[in-house]
């Protein structure tokens, strides 16, 4: 049983969601009923993908003079030149840059997938140069969710099995796999197409797939490189929704990298890095974007 | 984005309790076997074009070598089926002979019998000798064919590496260690080498029947040892299984330290 106010009387009216009249003044409430309903389920959602078991620090993400230097040959190729940023807890960053400008570099040190020449990156106070292997395939496992330009899901799985693999990999029994993995998919729109393989699915499709994976473990961050640039402008749009109806409703960190306007306009901050600096950062606030609208799309 | 709140709940529940987020203790990262092994099964049989590339070395070299060995079973089975026959001839020529020529001086004769006997001798000493060196040169054979057969497995093997380079990189960035990548590897070889041996097996010994049954016929395969037969079998298929799982090493730990960063190249 809930309570709700009727629009046109001003009544309040206490239904369980099946009689969606107003008993006195018999307007249909079901669009209010929907709405209410519609909302709790996203709080739930949100409540329930909220990590609130870490220690809660404010940074979530510190980089203390982070540089990468590649060496090829004789040569030294400095990818990234002493960076230093502080990505809050619950921030949706976007980071731009040229190619080559160390963008990637950057990326892959904060998802831990590359380790700094000099310098240190901390994700919840760990100091990821200092973590062995085991713990870092463990810190990716559940701390870290990616999300690709290609989706690169496994070609060979179901929907449901490439999302459900990294909970495989967290040690998760197979009912509970099973359950979450379904109810992840629903989250992202997709509960249809469990059983779908990745070449059945469409490009949209995929991202979304790839989106409920990188939530498989309720992951603090979600590393986003280029997200949208394999799909369209509609399905980009639907995929950046998706992303900062997460980063609203459940407080999960988005970094992206992107150069997409539209990602910009819904981000918190926007880095940009180039010949392996940080040159500026801009808050969204600050910015003028006019971002306009879809052809046929209804705002 | 879409849910109901009854899927919400569910998703608290199973989430809940003591599987949500245990982050204080660090958790292992597992990849249980039954999980390993489905997976790979599912590479095999989704990949049948690549799996059955890598597996014709294995068929091929299995088959040659069951065919040398029931060669031999079949040969050693013909030629007592041969000895029998002749001994069965001698008894009755003897019988005949002692009835025929009763009462005869033997001098000269036991003579002859004994240079018969030493002559018969160093043939046999030379047939055997014959024989060997040919055994000799079968295993040449044999081991040669199984080499050539595991480089091919390797190297099939790498390409299917290469070919997926992406996804290894995408498992590790979801929390793979390197030895669930040459787990994975390994399974799918040895799934490839049971499967390829036993076809081989097959062809190889069909091969066999269907030769010595046009050859010697069909009554000499009473005369074939079978336990024999049936022990070198399952020793090819052992080889066959083995042969696959050590030629897909170096391919596996190659697969095993791709970086994870390969994952998010965009070019393939």
Known sequence: MAKYVCPRCGESVETSGIVTVCPSCHADLRGVVAEEQHARTRRAAAELLRDDSVTTHEYIVRTRGLTRIYRMGDVEVSALNGVDLDIRRGEYLSIMGPSGSGKSTFFNMIGGLDKPTAGSCYINETDMAQLSAHELAWQRCHTIGYIFQTFNLIPVMTALENVTLPMIFAGATSDEMLERGRLLLELVGLEGRLHHKPSELSGGQQQRVAVARALANQPAIILADEPTGNLDLHTGKEIIDLLKELNVESGVTIISATHDLKMIDVSDRIVHIRDGKIERIERREDIELEVGTLGGEQQ | ?268
């Open chain 2, 1 to 268: 984005m879409t849910i109901s709140m009854m899927d919400v709940k569910r998703l608290a529940e199973i989430s809940g309790g003591g599987g949500r987020r245990a982050v204080q203790v660090q958790a292992q990262i597992s990849l249980p076997w039954s999980e390993a092994v489905r997976i790979s099964i599912k590479n095999v049989i989704l990949r049948l074009g690549r799996a059955a590339i890598t597996g014709t070395g294995i068929v091929l070299g299995i088959a040659f070598l069951t065919y040398v060995w029931s060669d031999a079973v079949f040969s050693d089975g013909v030629k007592r089926a041969a000895l029998e026959q002749e001994r069965i001839l001698a008894a009755a020529t003897e019988s005949v002979k002692g009835s025929a020529v009763e009462g005869q001086e033997s001098g000269a004769s036991a003579a002859e019998e004994a240079q018969e006997t030493k002559a018969k001798l160093s043939l046999q000493q030379q047939e055997a000798a014959a024989e060997e060196e040919r055994g000799a040169r079968r295993a040449w054979l044999v081991v040669m064919a199984l080499l050539v057969c595991g480089i091919g497995i390797t190297n099939s093997m790498l390409m299917s590496v290469t070919e997926r380079f992406q996804e290894i990189g995408t498992m590790k960035c979801l929390g793979a260690l390197d030895t669930f990548v040459v787990r994975l590897f390994l399974i799918e070889a040895a799934v490839i080498g049971c499967l390829g041996s036993f076809v081989g097996l097959v062809i190889g010994f069909l091969f066999v029947m269907f030769f010595y049954s046009i050859k010697a016929g069909f009554s000499v395969m009473a005369k074939v040892s079978w336990p024999q037969l049936l022990l070198y079998m399952l020793l090819a298929l052992l080889i066959g299984a083995a042969l696959s799982l050590i030629s897909a090493i170096p391919p596996a730990v190659r697969a095993s330290r791709m970086p994870p960063a390969a994952a998010l190249r965009t070019e393939i």
